[in-house]
């Protein structure tokens, strides 16, 4: 596992979609937003919090990576949508985003690719809170108790 440093400053980029297990385990879908887009960004944050990216071989332990290619081919990380500024042929191909000068936004959109979609299909949707297998809840305690930690910061940055 790598070092990385996480800034106590940044805002709020996350939300969860859903909630799945697989015996044991229990995973979160997480729609996120990023600004910088940083090398690893998002796997090195939610590594830090206790919960790495499914299938992620360098931020997790070997043991998990192993545990998690034998039900998912490859990092369950997919970039869904991305929109951007298009360069303004009156600024020389720079960004218009003057405030004479309102941007054109480009969005793109990709679906969840086959692979992925079938390593979801291996889970089963989570029980209700309170309903919750009491193993899966026992075991993700502690990640729990770090999760909300780090996001106090995110929400108290949103009011």
Known sequence: MIGFNISEHGC????????????SEAFSVLAIRIATGRRHQIRVHTAHVGHPTVCDGRYTSTATFLSDQAWCPRNF???SRLVFSAPCASTGGVSCTGATTKAQLVEAT???PQDLAEALAELRPAAIEGERDEVAAAETATSERRWARATAAWTAADR
């Open 12 to 23: 709020r980029c996350i939300k969860v979609v859903d909630h799945y297990a697989r015996g």
């Open 77 to 79: 990380l997919h970039r």
């Open 110 to 112: 990709a679906p969840c």
